[in-house]
DNA sequence: CACATTTATGCAACATTGATGCATAAATAT
DNA sequence: ATATTTATGCATCAATGTTGCATAAATGTG
């Protein structure tokens, strides 16, 4: 990691009135440094015993809520995450994308440009969001 | 529960080559009551204590494995399952449907009838499954 | 129907995941 | 430099999920 993305770390934090600390900087580091979506379980990998494992459960959700990272549904027991690119707040989450899950190597990762497509619901529904999900082989694994 | 959806729920469990128990009958019956998805719990909550826990988990990785039952991603930490209304089997899983999640109830719906659009991969990408979880406000609660 | 064989269940024990209260440490503002 | 605010770590607990093994129930055969 570069000085350069360092700065913008605590320019994050500083512009969503987050405190800047150790631990929030080193988990953006890993976002940052990391090509798809992690769940908590990778942190601890990641990172060693270097922070509480509490610690990590609030950070992720103060994190959620400012709009800084986006929860991505799976069907398995553990919930991935990954940052917002788009500039989402606190009370706007713009960020919408649809997400690949690779089977061969097991990775989450936000398709950036792909477009959402339209969903068509039956009278009476009212859709706030929408979650699209593809599952299959990823560029790296076929 | 009439005696006919009895019977067509024996007929079910015969199709997949599994034994009829009282467990797999009632677990089968209270996804047919149910008008939305149920989570691992509310099997505990509809049924009190006729059978145990680690049951509940082997006989729906029963069911999913057998087809008879699908998952549906969340981003909290419980995963639903619904019946799947096609002849899904074993190693066929083709009861593709999106999914709608009411914010206000709660509720998690299989919207069988509307179409699971086209999405266009980068290039590299394969896809075996989508998923499609569209969360808002649901007919009833509107 | 009785019996042998196969399969599912229940229980105990354990592992993982997540939440909360509270004292202390660290970050920020003055 | 110090006061105030906020985040962290630890202890404790709750919920969720897994595994091994003995027993109970279901199925197939005579
Ligand atoms: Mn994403
Ligand atoms: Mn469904
Ligand atoms: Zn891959
Ligand atoms: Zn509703």
Redesign the pocket.
């Given at each position: 990691m570069g000085n350069k993305t360092k700065a913008s770390i605590t320019d994050m934090l500083r512009a969503s009135n987050?405190?800047?600390?150790?631990?929030?900087v080193k988990i953006l580091e890993l976002f940052m440094d990391s090509n798809g979506a992690l769940e908590?379980?990778s942190f601890e990998k990641l990172a060693g015993h270097s922070?509480?494992?509490?610690?990590v459960?609030?950070?992720l959700q103060?994190f959620l809520d400012k709009g800084i990272i986006h929860s991505i549904p799976t069907t398995d027991?553990?919930?991935r995450y990954a940052l917002c690119k788009s500039d989402c707040s606190e009370h706007d989450h713009h960020d919408h994308h649809i997400h690949f899950k690779c089977e061969e190597c097991g990775n989450t990762i936000c398709l950036d440009d792909t477009n959402i497509p339209e969903i068509h619901l039956p009278k009476g529904y009212a859709a706030h969001n929408i979650d699209v999900v593809v599952s299959g082989v990823c560029k790296q694994c076929k």
């Open positions: 987050l405190s800047i600390t150790d631990t929030r908590h379980s922070f509480d494992r509490v610690t459960y609030r950070t103060t027991t553990s919930i």
